[in-house]
């Protein structure tokens, strides 16, 4: 889809210089500022990949890794 939106002229001097370093189109350049600038801005869709993430984890204690923090512990000075 195609939108026409106003930018001021210092600000499109930077996206075109920006998008000539990248070598991609200003239109491209837009899309991915304005994806990243939703994702930023979504917080809930954070806490949701997050807690599919996390539902997924073992949470069961690795005995190896209660052992061996165990013993670090007992070594150290308190």
Do not use: Y
Not at 11 to 28: F, M, P
Not at 51 to 73: I, S, Y
Request: charged share 25%.
């Amino acid at each position: 889809m195609k939108t026409a939106i106003s930018l001021p002229d210092e600000l499109s001097g930077a996206v075109d210089g920006l998008a000539a370093r990248l070598r991609i189109s200003r239109s491209e350049l837009c899309s991915l500022a304005l994806k990243e600038f939703l994702a930023r801005h979504a917080p809930d869709q954070v806490t949701e990949a997050l807690n599919v993430v996390c539902g997924d984890l073992d949470t069961q204690p690795n005995v190896f890794v209660v052992r061996a923090a165990r013993q670090v512990l007992e070594r150290s000075e308190w």
